[in-house]
C-alpha cells in the first residue's frame, strides 16, 4: 500500500495572539519599565512586545501621557493603606505618615516614573483608594473639608516631588560631587558674610532622607490643620 504524504503545513501559520486589551496592554507597560526604563516606555516598543501595530493601542491608551498615568496607577496597588484601618496606639497623623511614605516608597522605586508622576494624573482604582484613604484619615484628624480637599493636592505633591528630585539624584553622574561641593562651601562659609548659614551649618547638613521626609510631611500635615481656606 502506497504511504500517504504527511500534509504539508504552512509557515506561516502560529498561535493565534491575544486580544487586546487596556489591562493586557498596561500590564505589558510595566514589565517594558521595569526591564528597560521608562523612557522605552513608547508606543512602538509596546507594540513590538504585543506583537501588534502601534495604532491598535491608541484604541485602548490616547496617547504616552495617558499609558504613564495607567502605569503609575498599577504601581500604586502596592502602595500599603492598610495602616489607615488599622486599630491600637498609633494616632491619625502617624497612620498617615506611613501611608505617604509607602506612597513615596513606590516612586523611590522607580525613578524615572517618579519624575513623570509631577505631571501624570492617574485617574484609576488604586489612586482613587489612595486619594480615599488619605481624606479620611484628615477627616479622623479634625481637618476641615475645605483644607483636606487642596492638602490632600500638597501632600501628594510634595512626596511626588521628593521621589523625583531623588529620583534625579540617583542617575546623575557628578550627584555625589555636587553633594560634597555644597557641604565643603556651606562647612567653609565666612562668618562675616553668611552669618546664619555658619550658626546653622551642622543644621542644615543633619539628618537622613527618611528624618528629613517625615518631619516635611508632618509639617505639612500641621500646616493642613492650622491653615484655613
Known amino acids: 500500500m502506497a504511504r500517504r504524504s504527511a500534509e504539508p503545513v504552512s509557515r506561516r501559520e502560529r498561535p493565534a495572539k491575544t486580544a487586546l486589551t487596556r489591562a493586557g496592554i498596561v500590564a505589558a507597560a510595566v ?3 521595569q526591564a528597560e526604563g521608562l523612557e522605552r516606555v513608547t508606543m512602538r516598543r509596546l507594540a513590538e512586545k504585543l506583537d501588534t501595530g502601534p495604532a491598535s493601542l491608541y484604541v485602548y491608551v490616547r496617547n504616552t501621557d495617558e499609558l504613564h498615568a495607567a502605569i503609575l496607577d498599577e504601581l500604586l496597588g502596592s502602595v ?3 495602616p489607615a484601618a488599622a486599630s491600637g496606639d498609633a494616632g491619625w ?3 498617615l505618615l506611613q501611608v505617604l511614605t509607602s506612597y513615596t516608597g513606590v516612586l523611590f522605586a522607580h525613578p524615572s516614573l517618579a519624575s513623570a508622576a509631577l505631571v501624570a494624573r492617574p485617574s484609576g482604582p488604586h ?3 489612595l486619594v480615599e484613604t488619605v481624606l479620611e484619615l484628615l477627616r ?3 481637618v476641615p473639608d475645605a483644607q483636606a480637599a487642596w492638602g490632600l493636592d500638597a501632600l501628594l505633591q510634595m512626596a511626588t516631588a521628593t521621589a523625583a528630585e531623588q ?5 546623575a553622574a557628578d550627584a555625589r560631587d ?3 561641593r555644597l557641604t565643603a562651601a556651606i562647612r567653609n562659609a565666612p562668618q ?3 552669618p546664619r548659614i555658619v550658626a546653622l551649618g551642622d543644621d542644615l547638613l543633619s539628618g537622613t532622607g527618611p528624618d528629613r521626609l517625615e518631619w516635611m510631611l508632618t509639617a505639612f500635615i500641621n500646616g493642613i490643620l492650622r491653615t484655613s481656606r
Open 167 to 171: 529620583g534625579l539624584r540617583s542617575v
Open 31 to 33: 514589565e517594558i519599565l
Open 80 to 82: 500599603d493603606l492598610a
Open 93 to 95: 497623623r502617624e497612620r
Open 140 to 142: 479622623e484628624g479634625g
Open 127 to 129: 489612586y482613587l483608594a
Open 178 to 180: 555636587e553633594e560634597e
Open 192 to 194: 562675616n558674610r553668611y
